[in-house]
């Protein structure tokens, strides 16, 4: 897994952590004691997770840096993320060398604040590629800069003259239609004028490119684009895909402690029903849906009607969230898979919910996720069936009790009952969910009352809320 | 079953198909009758169907369009040939002032056809060379039509016979032996609407008459662009929608007139681009035209104001690559 790199625009925790407390202020500094340096430490990434792996560093000490700067990855448990400079300055210590591990809150790194004299990077700019754009960033982060904030860089001239940022009406026409962002294309006319055909290829291209690839998690009835997973090529994170003779990753290590952690502590039963899909493909082809949104509907309902399945067993703790925070799988290709949260799910609607799956599915793949869209989770749906595979028995996604397996939509001859109690066989698409489900904390009546509620409202969708 | 004809000689079948189906039907003109016509459109028409229906006509084209008009008013459909087309404008009195207005004046129909052979690149100098179809389009009351293609001038030209209103036949002298195409046999009538003449994507050129062969042979290859070519067969009505669908279409937009450019045909079309064309472009509205000059006599120096091939493929050239 590449670094997942959290901008310095939004408010993720790492990010956070250093907004929502003063730069610490280190005594140790050099010698002199005048000069304060900022110390830079391994950021909590989520409630259950107390360490962190320095994965590789971006800078060395001595390089000039820039607030926001990424100056070095991490790994946890969860996700890997970059570790943003606190304040503009010079790297005076680098305190963790690379693969070292260590618990969350130790210091990482230790910055000068620029103005600060140590072992100073003088006053050329950044090297190349290290430079963050700061554009975005807070209002105050320019000030940081010291000696370059009385120099502010005119950020909104256009990058190219004036004259080839006119555009014909029809080429206005069409960017409005689309919502295009004409600065971003390409001009072949004269002057880079951006003609008619560079917007429609444009849009060409843009309509050719997988717009969304699947997630773990979809109808066999979808075409399957390629996994688009791009790890920046220099990210000292990435890992390449499992070879022959290689070490597993990062990741597969920690999903494999995951799985059989899981498979150790829980006693883990699974049970499966059929379920007529009739109705839920017929609402979601007019929305261009896959099952996923309705299954996750009719889900969030059955967990109202059945709270004990909506739950943490930590240990001999039982704790029954009152909200669903709903995890969704998500795979990464090769790499793994990646459980990202719908918070406080009971309150989307299907609609809500595909936008919402959609989206964290997309900064999943784009390694975008913060520490708060994995954690958290209070149960969890996982819908490998894009292969047409029909059953599986997942493993639970601990501390929760139970998560529920969708696998593909085929169509099967069913026998189908009518008004009149007359039986027949009818092609029907139908597919076979699986729970599995923690028999410490429940037993198999419940769980089978749990699947018959979903298969309940599934098979009676009405287009109003399951 | 169709001919093989030139567009001359489908000007000369769709009047002799309307001589022989229609009796109201009468020619007239200056040496149509005996000599057949200065171009022999009417050749041997004179013995076929007399003097009285194939009038020879003395030197006065106001004569010759008023008596025209009075036979229409009557229930004839008379067809006067102008000799060429420059000299109507000693008719203009009795065409714009008399037949336009007759139909909102007196609620009198007057349909006569007016054979205008038109157009230069023969040398043929100041007085016989001439576009004169924008005069009628800016008079209300007449139409006017400009052929391209052998069938189109027989479609055409039986349309125009059986329209009620005056109807300017703009027949391009320079088309008459050198296009050539098939032709359905008997009485057709071509709509008074444009025709795509080459469907394309990129660019559309826009033309009438002579100046569609222009503009085709024109664009055949350039650079492997798909231009399209709009054949307007009719100015007046003029076909806005197939206008305006072709700059939907395609954008960009080159029109060729072999008229004086000042309120030609072309104008009339840009103009409506400008106001109703306007969110589909992408590029300037260009222009092909004669410019504002007498023909020349000499022929270098008519060829070098009449719309060339060249004129017409660097022009797209430009537009494309804008």
């Given at each position: 897994m590449s670094s997942s790199h959290i901008r310095g625009g939004e408010a993720g925790p790492v990010a956070g952590d250093r907004r929502e407390h003063a730069p610490r202020q280190s005594p140790a500094g050099t010698p002199g004691g005048a000069t304060r340096l900022v110390d830079v430490t391994m950021p909590q990434m989520g409630v259950s997770v107390a360490e962190g792996t320095v994965v590789g560093w971006r800078v060395e000490v001595g390089d000039r840096i820039e607030a926001d700067q990424t100056i070095c990855?991490?790994?946890?448990?969860?996700?890997?993320?970059?570790?943003?400079?606190?304040?503009?300055?010079?790297?005076?210590?680098?305190?963790?060398?690379?693969?070292?591990?260590?618990?969350?809150?130790?210091?990482?790194?230790?910055?000068?604040?620029?103005?600060?004299?140590?072992?100073?990077?003088?006053?050329?700019?950044?090297?190349?590629?290290?430079?963050?754009?700061?554009?975005?960033?807070?209002?105050?982060?320019?000030?940081?800069?010291?000696?370059?904030?009385?120099?502010?860089?005119?950020?909104?001239?256009?990058?190219?003259?004036?004259?080839?940022?006119?555009?014909?009406?029809?080429?206005?026409?069409?960017?409005?239609?689309?919502?295009?962002?004409?600065?971003?294309?390409?001009?072949?006319?004269?002057?880079?004028?951006?003609?008619?055909?560079?917007?429609?290829?444009?849009?060409?291209?843009?309509?050719?490119?997988?717009?969304?690839?699947?997630?773990?998690?979809?109808?066999?009835?979808?075409?399957?684009?390629?996994?688009?997973?791009?790890a920046p090529a220099t990210a000292p994170g990435a890992t390449p895909p499992l070879a022959d003779g290689g070490q597993l990753s990062r990741m597969r290590r920690q999903i494999g402690e995951?799985?059989?952690?899981?498979?150790?502590?829980?006693?883990?039963?699974?049970?499966?029903?059929?379920?007529?899909?009739?109705?839920?493909?017929?609402?979601?082809?007019?929305?261009?849906?896959?099952?996923?949104?309705?299954?996750?509907?009719?889900?969030?309902?059955?967990?109202?009607?059945?709270?004990?399945?909506?739950?943490?067993?930590?240990?001999?703790?039982?704790?029954?969230?009152?909200?669903?925070?709903?995890?969704?799988a998500v795979s990464l290709g090769e790499d793994g898979l990646i459980v990202p949260i719908v918070h406080r799910a009971h309150e989307l609607s299907v609609e809500g919910l595909a936008a919402r799956i959609k989206e964290l599915a997309r900064r999943a793949r784009s390694r975008e996720l913060t520490a708060d869209e994995v954690r958290g989770g209070t149960f969890t749906i996982t819908n490998p069936g894009q292969y047409g595979s029909i059953m599986a028995t997942p493993i639970i996604n601990q501390p929760q009790v139970a998560i529920l397996d969708l696998e593909a939509v085929t169509k099967h001859p069913l026998v189908v009952t009518d008004a009149d109690g007359s039986d027949s066989i009818a092609i029907r698409p139908t597919t076979i969910l699986g729970l599995s489900w923690d028999h410490r904390a429940l037993d198999g009546a419940q769980a089978a009352r749990f699947l018959a509620s979903i298969k309940r409202r599934l098979e009676g969708w009405s287009g109003s809320e399951a | 079953m169709t001919a093989s004809l030139t567009y001359l000689q489908a000007i000369s079948a769709a009047l002799r198909d309307e001589l022989r189906s229609d009796e109201r039907v009468l020619l007239m003109g200056e040496d149509i009758g005996v000599f057949g016509g200065a171009f022999k459109v009417t050749d041997g028409f004179i013995d076929e169907f007399g003097g009285d229906r194939v009038m020879d006509t003395p030197l006065a084209e106001s004569a010759i369009i008023g008596t025209a008009i009075g036979a229409a008013v009557v229930g004839m459909r008379p067809v006067c040939e102008m000799q060429f087309a420059d000299f109507i404008s000693c008719g203009f009195d009795q065409l714009v002032n008399v037949a336009a207005k007759m139909h909102y004046r007196q609620g009198l129909a007057v349909p006569i056809t007016v054979r205008l052979p038109s157009g230069g690149g023969f040398s043929g100098g100041p007085f016989h060379s001439q576009n004169p179809e924008a005069w009628f389009m800016h008079a209300p009351g007449i139409k006017v039509v400009a052929p391209s293609t052998a069938e189109d001038a027989k479609g055409l030209l039986h349309a125009a016979i059986h329209d009620p209103n005056p109807v300017c036949f703009m027949e391009h002298k320079h088309l008459y032996r050198r296009i050539k195409g098939e032709v359905p046999e008997g009485i057709f009538e071509t709509p008074l609407t444009a025709r795509v003449a080459r469907p394309g994507t990129e660019l559309a050129v826009i033309a009438y008459g002579a100046m569609v062969h222009v503009a085709v042979e024109a664009t055949e290859d350039l650079d492997g662009a798909s231009v399209e070519v709009l054949d307007l067969r009719s100015l007046v009505p003029l076909d806005e929608d197939a206008i305006l669908d072709s700059v939907a279409r395609c954008s960009k937009v080159v029109i060729v007139d072999e008229a004086n450019a000042t309120c030609a045909a072309g104008a009339q079309v840009a103009a409506l681009i400008a106001e109703r064309g306007f969110e589909d472009l992408d590029g300037p509205v260009v222009r092909v035209a004669t410019p504002n000059v007498p023909i020349p006599f000499s022929p270098s120096l008519e060829q070098a104001v009449l719309p060339s091939v060249e004129r017409v493929r660097e022009a797209c050239r430009e537009l494309l690559a804008y």
């Amino acid at each position: 897994m590449s670094s997942s790199h959290i901008r310095g625009g939004e408010a993720g925790p790492v990010a956070g952590d250093r907004r929502e407390h003063a730069p610490r202020q280190s005594p140790a500094g050099t010698p002199g004691g005048a000069t304060r340096l900022v110390d830079v430490t391994m950021p909590q990434m989520g409630v259950s997770v107390a360490e962190g792996t320095v994965v590789g560093w971006r800078v060395e000490v001595g390089d000039r840096i820039e607030a926001d700067q990424t100056i070095c990855e991490i790994s946890t448990d969860k996700i890997d993320t970059d570790v943003p400079a606190p304040v503009s300055g010079v790297v005076a210590e680098i305190l963790v060398p690379v693969e070292r591990t260590v618990s969350v809150g130790a210091v990482l790194a230790r910055i000068a604040p620029a103005g600060v004299g140590v072992a100073d990077g003088g006053t050329e700019a950044p090297r190349d590629g290290t430079r963050v754009a700061r554009g975005n960033g807070a209002p105050g982060n320019g000030a940081r800069g010291g000696a370059q904030a009385g120099a502010p860089t005119p950020s909104t001239q256009p990058a190219t003259a004036p004259g080839s940022r006119r555009y014909s009406p029809v080429v206005q026409r069409i960017a409005a239609e689309h919502g295009i962002d004409l600065s971003q294309i390409e001009g072949t006319g004269r002057g880079g004028r951006v003609r008619k055909q560079d917007v429609l290829a444009f849009l060409d291209a843009a309509r050719a490119a997988p717009a969304e690839p699947p997630l773990h998690i979809e109808s066999p009835y979808r075409p399957e684009p390629a996994p688009a997973v791009v790890a920046p090529a220099t990210a000292p994170g990435a890992t390449p895909p499992l070879a022959d003779g290689g070490q597993l990753s990062r990741m597969r290590r920690q999903i494999g402690e995951h799985m059989k952690r899981s498979l150790e502590t829980a006693a883990t039963c699974t049970t499966w029903i059929e379920v007529d899909m009739t109705r839920i493909e017929a609402a979601r082809a007019p929305l261009g849906f896959t099952a996923l949104p309705f299954v996750a509907r009719a889900t969030i309902a059955a967990l109202r009607e059945h709270p004990a399945l909506n739950a943490w067993l930590e240990d001999e703790r039982y704790t029954r969230p009152e909200e669903i925070n709903l995890g969704i799988a998500v795979s990464l290709g090769e790499d793994g898979l990646i459980v990202p949260i719908v918070h406080r799910a009971h309150e989307l609607s299907v609609e809500g919910l595909a936008a919402r799956i959609k989206e964290l599915a997309r900064r999943a793949r784009s390694r975008e996720l913060t520490a708060d869209e994995v954690r958290g989770g209070t149960f969890t749906i996982t819908n490998p069936g894009q292969y047409g595979s029909i059953m599986a028995t997942p493993i639970i996604n601990q501390p929760q009790v139970a998560i529920l397996d969708l696998e593909a939509v085929t169509k099967h001859p069913l026998v189908v009952t009518d008004a009149d109690g007359s039986d027949s066989i009818a092609i029907r698409p139908t597919t076979i969910l699986g729970l599995s489900w923690d028999h410490r904390a429940l037993d198999g009546a419940q769980a089978a009352r749990f699947l018959a509620s979903i298969k309940r409202r599934l098979e009676g969708w009405s287009g109003s809320e399951a | 079953m169709t001919a093989s004809l030139t567009y001359l000689q489908a000007i000369s079948a769709a009047l002799r198909d309307e001589l022989r189906s229609d009796e109201r039907v009468l020619l007239m003109g200056e040496d149509i009758g005996v000599f057949g016509g200065a171009f022999k459109v009417t050749d041997g028409f004179i013995d076929e169907f007399g003097g009285d229906r194939v009038m020879d006509t003395p030197l006065a084209e106001s004569a010759i369009i008023g008596t025209a008009i009075g036979a229409a008013v009557v229930g004839m459909r008379p067809v006067c040939e102008m000799q060429f087309a420059d000299f109507i404008s000693c008719g203009f009195d009795q065409l714009v002032n008399v037949a336009a207005k007759m139909h909102y004046r007196q609620g009198l129909a007057v349909p006569i056809t007016v054979r205008l052979p038109s157009g230069g690149g023969f040398s043929g100098g100041p007085f016989h060379s001439q576009n004169p179809e924008a005069w009628f389009m800016h008079a209300p009351g007449i139409k006017v039509v400009a052929p391209s293609t052998a069938e189109d001038a027989k479609g055409l030209l039986h349309a125009a016979i059986h329209d009620p209103n005056p109807v300017c036949f703009m027949e391009h002298k320079h088309l008459y032996r050198r296009i050539k195409g098939e032709v359905p046999e008997g009485i057709f009538e071509t709509p008074l609407t444009a025709r795509v003449a080459r469907p394309g994507t990129e660019l559309a050129v826009i033309a009438y008459g002579a100046m569609v062969h222009v503009a085709v042979e024109a664009t055949e290859d350039l650079d492997g662009a798909s231009v399209e070519v709009l054949d307007l067969r009719s100015l007046v009505p003029l076909d806005e929608d197939a206008i305006l669908d072709s700059v939907a279409r395609c954008s960009k937009v080159v029109i060729v007139d072999e008229a004086n450019a000042t309120c030609a045909a072309g104008a009339q079309v840009a103009a409506l681009i400008a106001e109703r064309g306007f969110e589909d472009l992408d590029g300037p509205v260009v222009r092909v035209a004669t410019p504002n000059v007498p023909i020349p006599f000499s022929p270098s120096l008519e060829q070098a104001v009449l719309p060339s091939v060249e004129r017409v493929r660097e022009a797209c050239r430009e537009l494309l690559a804008y």
